[in-house]
């Protein structure tokens, strides 16, 4: 496998992760059974795509790259999905763990 192609399976478990964020709040402490199922089957798939990109990325970038995307991004989807707040510091914060992404990105 190239490294482009860790990359992109980097990022596509990165999405999912934030999938399986929303997945498990909609599940309710597994209370929702549709939705504890479709988690868990999310969160294998993320394990999964995140397992082949390690064998070709560094470990810690890699890993920080993947946390950072799913951080944000879940982040994000929690106010445009679930209304939480959007208030000027947490944007801040959110695009200083987006600039830490892109600087671990590019200087691996």
């Known amino acids: 496998m190239s490294t482009t192609q860790g990359w992109v399976y980097l990022i596509i478990s990165g999405v999912i992760d934030v ?12 209370s929702n059974p549709s939705w504890s ?12 795509l995140l397992t082949k990109a390690l064998q070709v990325l560094p470990v810690g970038t890699a890993y920080a790259v993947w946390t950072g995307i799913g951080a944000a991004g879940t982040v994000m989807a929690g106010i445009v999905l679930f209304s939480e707040p959007a ?22």
Do not use: E
Not at 37 to 48: E, I, K, R
């Open 87 to 108: 208030t000027p510091m947490r944007m801040i914060f959110i695009a200083i763990v987006v600039a830490g992404i892109i600087g671990l990105q590019t200087t691996a």
């Open 19 to 30: 999938a399986w964020a929303l997945c498990m709040k909609k599940a309710d402490g597994f």
């Open 37 to 48: 199922v479709l988690s868990l089957g999310l969160l294998a798939a993320f394990v999964y």
